[in-house]
């Protein structure tokens, strides 16, 4: 087991489930605002940020693209449009969020290329070297074991593909960290709670962002499951990482 602060923080400090219970059930209640809550909180900046993740898996042609923590399948449906892969699995642990992915394939009429399933990062279900693309978005956070994630991400895939991951990360700009930090803080779990009546699920946001091993550690942990050539682009000041690795 990896010993990372950001795997010990759970959404509900006074359960004693398992972060991945409590991250499951945080994500269900929130399911339905999600989408929502994402374009507003970010300005619609999260959309420029998924695009430009996923370009970085055009490089060659896709067959089978693994989405994991797919949630309501945002990052599947742009990859499909942006990048054309042959076929997108999407895994998350949360039903209730793939339940409003599904609804969105299916008015896309895309239900025979994108497919959504129950599945932990940490014992992904299928074989060693399946897919031959992965990303991540907004999820690495959530995983209960950092290492053992990404070792299961690099076991189903095939050599020569890319794991590209979009996280959170903390800006270092004098000006901008004060303002980043009250918006994280104070404003976010506020309208968190006033659309979805969930306030723990983003004070969450924030408390695992500061967590996060972000920037070199977390390039540390991607060499450590055996990726190579990885490297770091920020985004927005610093509030927002695109990783690459290559297998």
Not at 138 to 164: M, T, W
Request: glycine residues 6%; hydrophobic residues 40%; aromatic residues 12%.
């Amino acid at each position: 087991m990896s010993q990372f602060a950001h795997d010990k923080i759970v959404p509900y400090s006074q359960s004693n489930a398992a972060k991945k219970e409590q991250v499951a059930s945080m994500f269900d209640s929130i399911a339905k605002k999600y989408d929502f809550l994402n374009r507003f909180l970010s300005l619609g900046i999260d959309q420029g940020w998924r695009k430009k993740a996923i370009a970085y898996l055009s490089d060659k042609k896709i067959n089978h693209l693994l989405d994991i923590a797919t949630g309501t399948a945002d990052m599947s449906l742009m990859a499909y449009k942006q990048i054309h892969p042959s076929k997108i699995t999407g895994i998350d642990i949360s039903e209730g969020m793939m339940q409003y992915g599904r609804i969105k394939i299916a008015q896309k009429k895309l239900a025979d290329t994108i497919t959504l399933s129950l599945g932990d990062s940490t014992a992904i279900p299928f074989e060693d070297n399946t897919f031959d693309g992965a990303m991540v978005a907004f999820g690495v956070r959530n995983f209960a074991d950092l290492e053992k994630g990404l070792s299961e991400i690099y076991r189903v895939l095939q050599p020569n593909s890319k794991l590209v991951v979009l996280e959170f990360s903390q800006p270092t700009s004098i000006w901008f960290k004060p303002i980043y930090t009250l918006y994280m803080k104070w404003i976010t779990p506020t309208i968190g709670k006033l659309f979805s009546g969930n306030k723990d699920a983003y004070a969450y946001l924030n408390e695992s962002v500061i967590a996060f091993p972000e920037g070199a550690n977390f390039i540390a942990v991607f060499e450590k499951a055996g990726f190579q050539q990885v490297k770091q682009q920020k985004l927005s000041l610093g509030i927002c990482s695109i990783y690459v690795g290559s297998k």
